[in-house]
């Protein structure tokens, strides 16, 4: 929708709108709210009174009348002037709305499911199977999701209801066109949801005797017969009951064919199996155009590729490109999701069942072996467009049986490292939001005013927060939900400052683990050297470690050192720098540091850092004893730091690495175990750092 010209309106999910692809601001959930209330008004006038009473209900603020005049003026001020199709009248002491129907969601889906019912009329299954498809897509989740009020929750029902009714239709035709494979499993899946609603029920009953489970039919049945006595005290209606008798007898009617749909040319179902879109989503437009230009591109057969830290929002990001882009796939779009749900791999032949099933392919019509159903896979897509998200891929061999695809058709493959021996036509890393595009999120979730009065604020806690996405909204919401909270014990909630010094006796909040849960799960895919490494690296308050200092602090050589900081780097765990230095983002650092002090403990955290800061004590022993500022004396264990060979390298390194020198200085002075130890090594290269850094930039 927001890719299209001129005004649109959605109530059909959060309450927006847009001009020219572009999103306009509506304010105030109260606000959005009073614009709710007349695009449902059907052009019927609306007194001030009802839209108080819609908004605010019993408890209306002493000034609700002129709130609502204030809030109608603004909304004229966006939606409205010269060429606007939108139009809010004030009438008779009240306000109508004229809106055409396609700029609205609602009027296009009323649209669509009447053209349904025309091409129902005239015989054509298949379009009006189409039309319904097409009219249900139109919804982005809960309707008038946001908008709180009486009148809100009065419509949200009656819209439920109207899409209850639609999926019903679709399913409908679809099983009358043979589809009643793919029908039966998305049907379950609703029965769950809507345990009390008899027309889905008969429809799975329906569905599920033509896929040949005559047995689950009837199961079917028997679980509306106990639950309706149990919940009302009745027993399944007349059409439920009917078609029960009839799959019971096997009633041979119930086998027929569609008219005018010969068995050896059925359609084959095309899914619609994408998660809901994210209405907050907000940012990387111009990585967004990129990778729709690639997966849209005439006759091409791409597979696109997402890397990206874990929790940067891959996920959310593909899923919001694969509905910008379904209209171009108009044979199927699919989302698998490749970790089960005890956090393993799914295998490649679990996958290629997965979608042969949801592209129509009978279950007992899957070959055994992967290959054959992976040369099934390539024969089902030649001819068609359609477009699949596999998430969370770990490796090629999950991926590559997946991969043959038909011109026309796309893969997006998202992972938390790039798989360099897959085929695939390009890779997109995805980074952190930009601080701009943190504070838009922070100011969408948590509304524009909360943001406004303490904007200094914000920006810092975006930045604390990396800039992540997760962690950002979570905020936001958090502040949304707490009318009178403050932004400092928002902070305390999911970003607490003694995790930083490793105390795992602190409370951790629950927002902080679910901000957390990304990281967690990548730490738990790590092997022991790696995993030890990210907790250990993570104890050096330093900004960044070089390939020397890791080693150091991990007690292995540098070539080890370097394979591992390599292979964290690769999973985004890490970030690289040009010159081969290490660095942690600022929120994965006291996550990092608190599982070291967890697994292992006080005294091997304590000795880490010991290393590092020896290392560094080292390092600057010899290089000030190369440019000739040592104080007399100063000796440090041979061969424990970096050496130089000429007075210009030294002194160079001084310069360059004095802030991680000093933040070295002071950690070892912290630590008890640490001062302890390097007392008089610490107290030296103190005084000769701190006491004449004029000095050491001149030899430089």
């Known amino acids: 929708m927001a890719a299209d010209q001129g005004l649109r309106l959605a109530v059909l999910?959060?309450?927006?709108?847009?001009?020219?692809?572009?999103?306009?601001?509506?304010?105030?959930?109260?606000?959005?709210?009073?614009?709710?209330?007349?695009?449902?008004?059907?052009?019927?006038q609306v007194s001030p009174e009802t839209l108080v009473d819609g908004v605010w209900g019993d408890d209306p603020p002493r000034t609700a009348v002129g709130t609502v005049r204030t809030y109608v003026y603004r909304l004229r001020k966006v939606?409205?002037?010269?060429?606007?199709?939108?139009?809010?009248e004030s009438v008779a002491g009240g306000y109508v709305v004229r809106v055409p129907p396609e700029v609205l969601d609602l009027g296009m889906f009323r649209h669509r499911a009447s053209q349904a019912r025309e091409a129902r009329r005239a015989g054509d299954l298949a379009r009006a199977a189409t039309e319904l498809r097409d009219a249900l897509n139109l919804w982005q989740g809960t309707p008038l999701a946001g908008v709180n009020g009486s009148f809100a929750d009065a419509r949200r029902t009656g819209l439920r209801s109207l899409r209850l009714a639609a999926i019903e239709g679709r399913f409908d035709l679809d099983i009358q066109l043979g589809c009643h494979h793919q029908a039966a499993l998305e049907l379950t899946e609703l029965v769950a949801e809507h345990p009390l609603r008899e027309r889905l029920r008969e429809l799975l009953m329906l569905a599920l005797y033509r896929s040949g489970q005559q047995a689950?039919?009837?199961?079917?049945?028997?679980?509306?017969?106990?639950?309706?006595?149990?919940?009302?005290?009745?027993?399944?209606?007349?059409?439920?009951?009917?078609?029960?008798r009839r799959i019971l007898v096997a009633d041979r009617e119930l086998d027929a064919v569609p008219a005018g749909v010969p068995e050896s040319n059925r359609p084959i179902f095309a899914p619609s199996q994408l998660p809901p879109d994210l209405p907050d989503f907000i940012g990387r437009a111009d990585l967004l155009a990129c990778a729709a230009h690639l997966l849209t591109r005439p006759d091409a057969s791409t597979v696109l590729g997402i890397d990206g830290l874990a929790g940067v929002g891959k996920t959310v990001f593909a899923v919001h490109l694969a509905h910008a882009v379904r209209n171009s796939f108009p044979d199927g779009q699919v989302y698998v999701d490749l970790t089960d749900e005890g956090g393993q791999p799914v295998g490649p032949g679990s996958v290629l069942e997965f979608l042969l099933?949801?592209?129509?392919?009978?279950?007992?019509?899957?070959?055994?072996?992967?290959?054959?159903?992976?040369?099934?896979?390539?024969?089902?897509?030649?001819?068609r467009r359609a477009l699949v998200i596999l998430d969370d891929a770990r490796h090629s061999a999950q991926v590559r049986e997946l991969l043959a695809m038909s011109p026309g058709c796309a893969m997006v493959v998202i992972g938390q490292r790039r798989l360099v021996d897959l085929p695939v036509?390009?890779?997109?890393?995805?980074e952190v939001l930009e601080p701009d595009e943190a504070l838009a999120l922070f100011e969408r979730v948590a509304g524009t005013d909360r943001v406004r009065d303490d904007l200094d604020m914000v920006t810092r806690l975006t930045g604390k927060f990396s800039y992540l996405p997760l962690p950002v909204r979570m905020a936001a919401a958090r502040l949304a939900s707490r009318p009178r909270g403050s932004l400092a014990v928002i902070e305390h909630y999911l970003y607490v400052d003694k995790y930083i010094n490793g105390d795992p006796d602190h409370v951790v909040f629950e927002d902080c683990r679910i901000?957390?849960?990304?990281?967690?799960?990548?730490?738990?895919?790590l092997d022991d050297t790696q995993a030890r490494a990210f907790r250990l690296l993570a104890l050096v308050d330093a900004p960044d470690v070089s390939i020397r200092s890791a080693a150091a602090t991990l007690d292995v050589e540098p070539d080890i050192a370097v394979t591992v900081l390599e292979s964290l780097a690769d999973l985004h765990l890490i970030e690289p720098d040009g010159a081969r230095r290490y660095h942690y983002l600022g929120l994965i650092r006291p996550w990092a540091r608190r599982q070291a002090f967890y697994q292992d403990g006080t005294a091997a955290c304590d000795a880490a850092i010991a290393r590092y800061v020896g290392f560094m004590l080292a390092s600057a022993s010899n290089a000030l004893t190369m440019v000739g500022a040592a104080a007399s004396g100063m000796r440090v264990r041979d061969g424990a730091g970096l050496t130089f060979h000429d007075r210009e390298a030294a002194g160079t390194w001084l310069s360059e690495r004095r802030r991680h020198l000093l933040t070295g200085i002071d950690q070892g002075e912290a630590n008890p175990t640490v001062a302890r130890a390097l007392h008089r090594e610490l107290a030296m290269v103190a005084q000769a750092i701190r006491t004449d850094p004029a000095a050491l930039r001149a030899v430089a």
């Open 425 to 430: 036509s390009h890779w997109l890393r995805l």
């Open 13 to 44: 999910g959060p309450v927006r709108a847009w001009r020219n692809g572009r999103e306009i601001d509506l304010g105030s959930p109260q606000q959005r709210a009073v614009l709710a209330i007349l695009l449902l008004s059907d052009g019927v």
């Open 357 to 383: 099933q949801a592209f129509g392919v009978p279950p007992r019509e899957l070959p055994e072996s992967v290959g054959q159903r992976s040369a099934l896979w390539w024969s089902l897509l030649r001819g």
């Open 515 to 525: 901000a957390a849960a990304p990281v967690e799960r990548a730490y738990r895919r």
């Open 216 to 244: 689950e039919a009837i199961d079917v049945y028997q679980d509306a017969r106990r639950l309706f006595a149990e919940e009302l005290g009745i027993d399944p209606g007349p059409a439920l009951q009917d078609l029960y």
């Open 79 to 88: 939606l409205g002037g010269d060429g606007s199709p939108l139009a809010i």
